[in-house]
């Protein structure tokens, strides 16, 4: 499912990422641990295709059978849309929108009917116990509402 090969990744002279391989298979949970500053979150980033390594090592970065790392920017943005899911630490919800349309929001970009996708999506908030939240907007709902909103949304 995600194989990354050789990952550098550079921040001037500072050498955060030195060769990192990764193998994870489907259904597969892996944690990712170390000290703060050991490029945790830079190689998730690269792993979520939100930032790309330094490809001069050779690098590649597989995912789904897709060597990502070789898509151009709009093709890379469809499938990161199409294939990837994020739950970010601080939600990143659109404040002017509903709890039902941040959920609905990956489809409609993905240029999803309407009808099907507020049908899905009324579905994942109610069996995440939001169903009485759908119309309230984020600054409305609760820390824990807002995380689940967006665990629906990914």
């Known amino acids: 499912m995600i194989e990354a090969i050789n990952i550098h990744k550079y ?6 990422l030195k060769g990192v391989n990764l193998s994870i298979d489907k ?11 050991a490029g945790k979150t830079t190689l998730l980033q690269i792993l979520g ?4 390594p330094d490809t001069e090592n050779g690098s590649s970065l597989i995912i789904n059978g897709q060597d990502v790392l ?5 093709a890379l943005s469809k499938f990161r849309n199409q294939q990837l899911g994020f739950i970010f630490q ?11 349309e ?22 994942l908030l109610e069996y995440l116990g939001l169903s009485h939240r759908i119309d309230h907007k984020p600054t409305a709902l ?3 509402e807002q995380q689940r909103v967006d665990v629906a949304r990914s």
């Open 70 to 74: 070789l898509l151009k920017d709009k």
């Open 102 to 123: 941040n959920v609905c929001i990956p489809a409609y970009i993905a240029g999803k009917p309407k009808a099907e996708t507020e049908t899905e999506a009324k579905k």
């Open 11 to 16: 921040y001037d002279e500072l050498h955060v």
């Open 49 to 52: 295709t939100l930032d790309k």
């Open 90 to 100: 601080f939600h990143q919800l659109l404040p002017e929108f509903t709890a039902l």
């Open 27 to 37: 259904g597969e949970i892996v944690s990712i641990v170390g000290a703060s500053g």
């Open 142 to 144: 609760s820390g824990g």
